[in-house]
């Protein structure tokens, strides 16, 4: 029950930070990449800001030898770059690059925003569902355990 509550807080969070600092509005990311245009550098001070709160969060959970409601401390250790990701990180990039929306802001803007966001979210769920049929390259992705990593 406390890891339900602790994402669906911590999930409330990251979408009214989203709201409140403008990254749900596809415009203004769609302006932070345009960088020959009229950039607006301000995804990267959020970009910034969320980084410095996730490294926070990493420290202390690797102090404590393991996360508050999880037994262990899992990392991945798989360094290498197999199609599935090289292809994943570029429909990614693309869908991001044309309508200005990313999972996170697209679910928040979802009931709000109706113009791009059903259609990016319908997508999304087709990519997921493609990234179950398409074999991988390994079965079981390696993860280090405990605080040792």
Same mark, same amino acid.
């Given at each position: 029950?406390?890891?339900?509550?602790? =994402?669906?807080?911590?999930?409330?969070?990251?979408?009214?930070?989203?709201?409140?600092?403008?990254? +749900?509005?596809? +415009?203004?990311? /769609? =302006?932070?990449? *345009?960088?020959?245009?009229? !950039? *607006?550098?301000?995804? +990267?001070?959020?970009?910034?800001? $969320?980084? &410095?709160?996730?490294? =926070?969060?990493?420290?202390? $959970? #690797?102090?404590?030898?393991?996360?508050?409601?999880?037994?262990?401390?899992?990392?991945? @250790?798989? #360094?290498?770059? *197999?199609?599935?990701?090289?292809?994943?990180?570029?429909?990614?990039?693309?869908? !991001?690059?044309?309508?200005?929306?990313?999972?996170?802001?697209?679910? @928040?803007?979802?009931?709000?925003?109706?113009?791009? &966001?059903? @259609?990016?979210?319908?997508?999304? =769920?087709?990519?997921? /569902?493609?990234?179950?049929?398409?074999?991988?390259?390994?079965?079981?992705?390696? $993860?280090? #355990?405990? &605080?040792?990593?």
């Amino acid at each position: 029950m406390a890891k339900t509550v602790s =994402a669906f807080t911590v999930g409330l969070l990251f979408g009214i930070g989203l709201l409140v600092s403008g990254m +749900a509005n596809p +415009a203004k990311v /769609l =302006a932070f990449l *345009d960088v020959t245009g009229r !950039w *607006d550098p301000s995804l +990267a001070f959020v970009m910034a800001g $969320a980084v &410095a709160v996730s490294a =926070a969060g990493y420290r202390v $959970a #690797r102090r404590r030898g393991r996360p508050v409601l999880a037994p262990r401390l899992e990392i991945p @250790t798989r #360094r290498d770059l *197999d199609p599935r990701l090289l292809v994943g990180a570029a429909l990614f990039g693309v869908g !991001w690059g044309l309508v200005g929306l990313c999972p996170g802001p697209a679910l @928040t803007i979802l009931s709000v925003v109706p113009a791009p &966001a059903p @259609t990016f979210v319908a997508a999304m =769920a087709v990519g997921m /569902l493609m990234f179950r049929l398409v074999p991988s390259s390994t079965s079981n992705p390696k $993860a280090v #355990r405990g &605080a040792d990593a």
